[in-house]
Nanobody, 122 residues
Framework: QVQLVESGGGLAQAGGSLRLSCAAS????????MGWYRQAGGSKREWVAR???????NYADSVKGRFTISRDNAKNTVYLQMNSLKPEDTAVYYC????????????????WGQGTQVTVSS
């Protein structure tokens, strides 16, 4: 089992920045990918960014060039730096760690944080 605790988020103006953190504990040796999803009201949860155990990163087209995912292995923590925020970035952001290197939802061995609200005002 892996336990995830998210922090950060909150309210920002359009064009501003926020940083999310996700600290893990438990059986993390089996984890192959870490990342973030988000879910806006009434919408499906969508993938935002991923970083693999080997350090490869990928981003959704909607955040590419604005968001940066990174990790601190010593702290077992993954970060999502969000710059140039837009109102359409408003959502609950969920941290996700998984044994699945593709970080797909619904795969056994996928763990979720509690979610943190990000609200961007225009």
């Amino acid at each position: 089992q892996v336990q995830l605790v998210e922090s950060g988020g909150g309210l920002a103006q359009a064009g501003g920045s926020l940083r999310l953190s996700c600290a893990a504990s438990g059986s993390i040796d089996s984890i192959n990918a870490m990342g973030w999803y988000r879910q806006a009201g009434g919408s499906k949860r969508e993938w935002v960014a991923r970083i693999t155990r080997g350090g490869r990163v990928n981003y959704a087209d909607s955040v590419k060039g604005r968001f940066t995912i990174s990790r601190d292995n010593a702290k077992n923590t993954v970060y999502l730096q969000m710059n140039s925020l837009k109102p359409e970035d408003t959502a609950v952001y969920y941290c996700c760690w998984s044994t699945d290197i593709l970080l797909r939802m619904g795969i056994p061995g996928t763990y979720w944080g509690q979610g943190t609200q990000v609200t961007v005002s225009s």
